[in-house]
């Protein structure tokens, strides 16, 4: 690497760099060392970012699911001032979230597979800084607890009445802004689906999708060939989506490589 990146006048600073592997924390009696630096290991939970995504060797998303929601809440607070100010409307401070804070958020949640929890964590997030938002202070006699179930409530409200408003065409505004952001990961999941289903084979992206994917496992239990060992339970990108798929009698490849539109349900199903 060092040679390669000298062909072009780069030089790599071991002195920033970090190393892992899937091995347990307890377990990992190794070191790596180049010339005058011992490299540190990164913690296996933590894993490395690469590119901006915190990349973990264990079957979880949960390093990176939690990296993107403290780069919304880094976004929001470098924005704090627009997004709070009481001069201007709350709708608008509201779509400067989405274009500003939203769009960090969701930056490659599509390629990643979130549990249920995860998920809630999205729309918990999306209250939190709407009541943020809206400056409402503690009543005199308030206790803490009350007033933050109340803000709450009231984000939660605000955020759907203005659904309601904005699907009967009342707002100048995308019908789909006001939407709890799990339904926006769910949409942008889709996409990214539809896209690799379209793409050439020979791309590597749909190459990596499609290599000993859900399809090509239940060949193999069918022949009976192949069993996955005792308590062991896999969780593949794709599997949500064909599961979902199979509820609805839906052939996912051919619909989306059709182009047509997606079921409602499948932006419902959890």
């Known amino acids: 690497m060092q040679i390669g990146l000298k062909a072009v006048g780069l030089e790599v600073a071991f002195d920033k760099c970090e190393w892992t592997c899937n091995c347990p924390d307890s377990e990992s009696h190794y070191c790596v060392v180049v010339g005058d630096f011992v490299l540190p290991r990164s913690p296996l939970a933590k894993g490395l970012k690469l590119l901006g995504t915190q990349v973990a060797l264990v079957n979880s998303c949960k390093a990176e699911w939690e990296h993107r929601i403290a780069a919304a809440w880094g976004a929001f607070y470098s924005r704090k001032q627009a ?39 999205l729309d918990s997030l999306q209250l939190a800084m709407v009541r943020k938002m809206m400056r409402s202070s503690r009543a005199p006699g308030e206790q803490w607890l009350d007033w933050q179930r109340r803000t709450l409530r009231s984000a939660r409200e605000w955020i759907r009445r203005n659904k309601v408003e904005a699907g009967r065409g009342k707002l ?82 051919a619909h989306a490589i059709a182009r047509q539109p997606w079921p409602a349900e499948m932006f419902h199903f959890p």
Not at 91 to 116: D, F, I, K, N, Q
Not at 239 to 248: E, G, K, M, P
């Open 83 to 121: 997004l709070c100010c009481q001069q201007a409307s709350l709708r608008a401070r509201y779509s400067l979230l989405m274009a500003t804070v939203h769009r960090c958020l969701s930056w490659g949640l599509e390629v990643l597979t979130p549990t249920r929890a995860q998920l809630k964590k």
């Open 172 to 253: 100048d505004r995308d019908p789909n802004l006001f939407d709890k952001w799990s339904l926006k990961w769910r949409r942008q999941y889709l996409s990214w689906a539809g896209h690799l289903a379209r793409l050439p084979a020979a791309r590597l992206a749909q190459q990596v999708t499609l290599y000993r994917n859900l399809e090509w496992w239940r060949r193999q239990q069918a022949s009976g060939s192949v069993r996955h060992p005792v308590r062991f339970k896999p969780w593949r990108w794709e599997d949500r989506i064909f599961q979902d798929a199979d509820l609805l009698n839906l052939n996912f490849w």
